[in-house]
């Protein structure tokens, strides 16, 4: 991947910087300048939109059935297939994972994601009006482009395996900082240009064991894949985070004594 490319998605996911009222009754949501006709919730200052008629509302001719064994909404139509499920960080519309802070919920029998979540997956527009007080959705395409025109093969495979190999038993969170470390050091003068450059740099010595052990050529796990994807999508934990270190094997790192800290994520220090 080129340092140029990088950057375009993780522009997509700064979304739009605002601050919500506490009401949901303030926040409105439009679709087309038409009022949106489904619930709207308000919750950890995100605004969420009912996926039903969200869904409805964006292609009247899409069906939303949902499974309760799974606790999964399921929407189809014909440029778009997603999965919704309670509880989750992320949806998947046509194999592309989209993660959000804030998970989806069940309310009162319906499934809420975010907003600034869902217009993706519709391939729609979205921007925040001050004079509305809300959200202007307008529709798009009706499907996000699919994840295997989206995604590169091997950028998936290398950085699926460098996450799986270091972040094992780790949070999905702490697989997609990992996947973050190797995607900024991408965008980095200082690092080589590509996922697997940086995973097997060894200008200053070896930068990550698995490189060095073998592991990395193991079969990721599944949910290193989808952690994989997330990054590709542009979601960033931070757009700094430059080292990681288990400080309870490596109490001494460099990083430690050489880098400001950012926080610690399941067993990992992140460093910029």
Request: proline residues 5%.
């Amino acid at each position: 991947m080129k340092k140029v490319l990088i950057a375009l998605p993780i522009l997509l996911f700064l979304f739009i910087v605002v601050t919500l009222p506490a009401s949901a009754a303030s926040v409105r949501v439009t679709v087309d300048g038409a009022p949106f006709s489904g619930s709207v919730e308000v919750k950890n200052n995100t605004t969420y939109v009912g996926v039903r008629k969200f869904s409805t509302d964006l292609d009247p001719t899409a069906t939303v059935t949902y499974h309760a064994a799974t606790r999964t909404l399921t929407v189809q139509s014909s440029k778009l297939t997603m999965t919704v499920t309670d509880g989750s960080h992320y949806i998947v519309a046509n194999g592309r994972y989209l993660y959000y802070e804030q998970p989806v919920f069940m309310k009162s029998g319906t499934m809420y994601a975010p907003v600034l979540q869902l217009y993706r997956a519709f391939g729609a527009g979205i921007k925040w009006s001050d004079a509305m007080g809300g959200f202007a959705v307008t529709r798009g395409s009706g499907g996000i482009a699919a994840g295997s025109s989206y995604y590169r093969n091997d950028e998936v495979l290398w950085l699926s395996r460098i996450i799986s190999a270091e972040a094992k038993g780790e949070p999905l969170r702490g697989k997609i900082a990992v996947g973050n470390v190797i995607l900024n050091r991408v965008a980095h003068s200082a690092f080589p240009n590509t996922i697997y450059s940086v995973i097997f740099d060894k200008k200053h010595g070896v930068q990550f064991t698995p490189a060095a052990n073998g592991t990395v050529y193991q079969a990721p796990t599944e949910e290193s894949v989808i952690a994989a994807k997330i990054c590709l999508e542009g979601y960033s934990v931070s757009p700094r985070i430059l080292y990681f270190v288990n400080p309870v094997k490596a109490p001494n790192s460099w990083a430690a004594k050489n880098r400001p800290y950012f926080g610690k994520i399941g067993n990992h220090a992140f460093y910029n």
